[in-house]
């Protein structure tokens, strides 16, 4: 089942303009990550953010981190063409031994830059 | 190239018919996840290896999935008597045991049933 929900499904953007996606999840979690996936491709892994982190930044990428709100946002800054891709935040779960790390997806963010 | 190699990358098959998919994670990394994504959706996961034990299969892996790590490096995932519903993106990713909670994917490997 899906735990994250992200917001909004679809985004369309001129290139330059920031791009802000958000993320929000259900249960206690060890980490939050971030993916890019392009069209019929693999996942691409762009940044992971623990639960006891409130921000990280990895070039043009800002992620945030809210634990009590249960939610995350990913800011694109200064968009390119080539951002265009799906965006997905996973989520691994905080449950001890058993969760082995796996990770709870989304349903992703479809971010169309236009160049 | 050191990441997470899945082989076939498409595959086309008949209803009725079984379809196996080989992935090998990145060398050294003992964690090992299968994931199965379907259009317009994000990944679901089915089932995870630490070295050849299978310590976890989602309720997704019906009777006719069966996964595999023999010696611990490489990954199969088969799909018995394949129905359309499986037609799917199947996705492979592994993980180091130490150093790190970033799990890698690979390319995955398209199916489609007819």
């Known amino acids: 089942s899906q735990q994250g929900e992200e917001d909004p499904q679809a985004l369309s953007i001129q290139e330059g303009e920031n791009a802000t996606m958000n993320c929000s999840y259900k249960t206690s979690i060890n980490n939050l990550q971030w993916y890019r996936q392009n069209s019929g491709r693999g996942l691409v892994h762009l940044i992971l953010?623990?639960?006891?982190?409130r921000e990280k930044h990895s070039g043009r990428l800002r992620v945030t981190l809210d634990t009590s709100k249960k939610s995350s946002s990913l800011l694109i800054t200064a968009s390119r063409a080539a951002d265009t891709a799906s965006y997905f935040c996973a989520t691994a779960d905080n449950a001890g031994g058993t969760s082995y790390g796996k990770l709870t997806f989304g349903q992703g963010t479809i971010l169309t830059v236009h160049p | 190239d050191t990441g997470v190699s899945q082989d076939p990358r498409h595959k086309i098959t008949k209803r009725g018919q079984n379809v196996t998919f080989r992935c090998d994670p990145i060398s050294e990394h003992n964690r090992l996840y299968w994931y199965r994504q379907t259009l317009g959706q994000g990944p679901e996961f089915l089932t995870y290896?630490?070295?050849?034990?299978?310590?976890?299969k989602s309720r997704l892996l019906s009777d006719r999935f069966s996964a595999e790590r023999p010696k611990g490096s490489f990954s199969t995932l088969e799909i018995q008597r394949t129905e359309q519903g499986d037609s799917a993106m199947y996705l492979c990713a592994s993980r180091p045991f130490v150093g790190g909670n970033t799990i890698y994917f690979g390319e995955g490997s398209w199916l489609t049933v007819v």
């Open positions: 290896f630490q070295n050849e034990a299978q310590l976890e």
């Open positions: 953010i623990r639960s006891n982190e």
